[in-house]
């Protein structure tokens, strides 16, 4: 197994050529991203249109128009964006682990929990959670953790 995780300027030159290329690999090789919120994607919203990825870990926060702020009207729309334009990949729901973690986009834990993710978990391609960063993250996951 091969996982290979392309990120900014290499994928948004490359990407589509890349993903293509790698899909016609006789070993299975997953292809991941990490794009910012806005759909699509100016950095990788082309390699991603190839419907290629596997792992699609979208950057929820330090993006005013689709990040948590005071309501999750809008991160829920961009959500059902990405999901329902990436049908074959699992996407990940990325937010900060704390407020320190980011500039903006922080949804607190209960919030998270009671308002966020029964929403975006009803979606079939729903892959999980990703925290930035590990460094930040004290209590976040162990809170998230039982409702991921």
């Given at each position: 197994?091969?996982?290979?995780?392309?990120?900014?300027?290499?994928?948004?030159?490359?990407?589509?050529?890349?993903?293509?290329?790698?899909?016609?690999?006789?070993?299975?090789?997953?292809?991941?991203?990490?794009?910012?919120?806005?759909?699509?994607?100016?950095?990788?919203?082309?390699?991603?249109?190839?419907?290629l990825?596997?792992?699609?870990?979208?950057?929820?926060?330090?993006?005013?128009p689709?990040?948590?702020?005071?309501?999750?009207?809008?991160?829920?729309?961009?959500?059902?964006q990405?999901?329902?334009n990436?049908?074959?990949?699992?996407?990940?729901l990325?937010?900060?682990?704390?407020?320190e973690?980011?500039?903006?986009?922080?949804?607190?834990p209960?919030?998270?929990n009671?308002?966020?993710?029964?929403?975006?978990?009803?979606?079939?391609n729903?892959?999980g959670?990703?925290l930035?960063?590990r460094?930040?993250?004290k209590?976040?996951?162990?809170a998230?953790?039982?409702?991921?």
């Amino acid at each position: 197994m091969v996982l290979i995780l392309i990120l900014g300027e290499a994928l948004h030159r490359t990407g589509t050529k890349l993903a293509k290329t790698l899909s016609g690999f006789n070993q299975k090789v997953y292809l991941s991203a990490a794009p910012q919120c806005p759909y699509p994607d100016a950095w990788v919203g082309g390699a991603l249109s190839t419907g290629l990825f596997d792992y699609i870990w979208v950057q929820f926060y330090n993006n005013n128009p689709c990040e948590y702020s005071g309501n999750g009207d809008s991160l829920k729309n961009s959500w059902n964006q990405w999901t329902s334009n990436q049908p074959s990949s699992q996407v990940f729901l990325g937010l900060p682990a704390s407020p320190e973690a980011a500039g903006s986009g922080y949804i607190a834990p209960d919030v998270l929990n009671s308002q966020i993710l029964p929403s975006i978990k009803t979606t079939s391609n729903y892959g999980g959670v990703m925290l930035w960063s590990r460094y930040y993250d004290k209590d976040y996951s162990s809170a998230i953790k039982p409702n991921v």
